[in-house]
Antibody, heavy 125, light 106 residues
Framework: EVQLVESGGGFVRPGGSLRLSCAGSGFTFSTYNMNWVRQAPGKGLEWISYISYSGSTIYYADSVKGRFTISRDNARNSLYLQMNTLRAEDTAIYSC??????????????????WGQGTMVTVSS | DIQLTQSPSFLSASVGDRVTITCRASQGISTYLAWYQQKPGKAPNLLIYAASTLHSGVPSRFSGSGSGTEFTLTISSLQPEDFATYYCQQLNSLFSFGPGTKVDIK
């Protein structure tokens, strides 16, 4: 079964740090680009970071740039998110999502086809 | 940054109804748009990519159309399992999501 499982969430004070992990199974993890997406309680989806299959290309949303670091270990089939200088507005469920690539009309398209269930991060004083 | 808006934000419908959700982009994104369905407490599920291509296993009552800045998701005959929140996502320039449309039971 193709699966993504996140871990590492918890409660942290403002200014603190957490490291999230995402374990992939049932597919060749090293060949897929990966993402982190978060969802604040009762709110919509927010994409926050992307890493290419090799780790050579990384992007961040402005809301986390300079504070969060995405990385991966393909030997361990794992994706990571190091979160520093956390703020109350970072409180959310953090999910990893696989970006698959599809060819349609001779163009390549990405979409997030596999998602984990998420891990909750609460930032509060 | 590319911003997405969705309308309506909320709609109330009955089983069997035809439902249409609109997603508008702040600048042209060709057909680099996907649609997702999310039920409470669950991860999102991919419905459509490339604006109009149905993902594997998605029922044919779902369809998507549009290009450039305006897109639609249509459910031809709403089923009980379709009551959920729907999000569009642009994948032309990084990966932003729309704010979502909640489809509720009338």
């Amino acid at each position: 079964e193709v699966q993504l499982v996140e871990s590492g969430g918890g409660f942290v004070r403002p200014g603190g740090s957490l490291r999230l992990s995402c374990a992939g199974s049932g597919f060749t993890f090293s060949t897929y680009n990966m993402n982190w997406v978060r969802q604040a309680p009762g709110k919509g989806l927010e994409w926050i970071s992307y890493i290419s299959y090799s780790g050579s290309t990384i992007y961040y949303a402005d809301s986390v740039k300079g504070r969060f670091t995405i990385s991966r270990d393909n030997a361990r089939n794992s994706l990571y998110l190091q979160m520093n200088t956390l703020r109350a507005e970072d409180t959310a469920i953090y999910s990893c999502a696989r970006a698959d690539r599809y060819n349609y009309n001779n163009n390549w398209y990405f979409a997030f086809d596999i998602w984990g269930q998420g891990t909750m991060v609460t930032v509060s004083s | 940054d590319i911003q997405l808006t969705q309308s309506p934000s909320f709609l109330s419908a009955s089983v069997g109804d035809r439902v249409t959700i609109t997603c508008r982009a702040s600048q042209g994104i060709s057909t680099y748009l996907a649609w997702y369905q999310q039920k409470p407490g669950k991860a999102p599920n991919l419905l459509i990519y490339a604006a109009s291509t149905l993902h594997s296993g998605v029922p044919s009552r779902f369809s998507g159309s549009g290009s450039g800045t305006e897109f639609t998701l249509t459910i031809s005959s709403l089923q009980p399992e379709d009551f959920a929140t729907y999000y569009c996502q642009q994948l032309n320039s990084l990966f932003s999501f729309g704010p979502g449309t909640k489809v509720d039971i009338k």
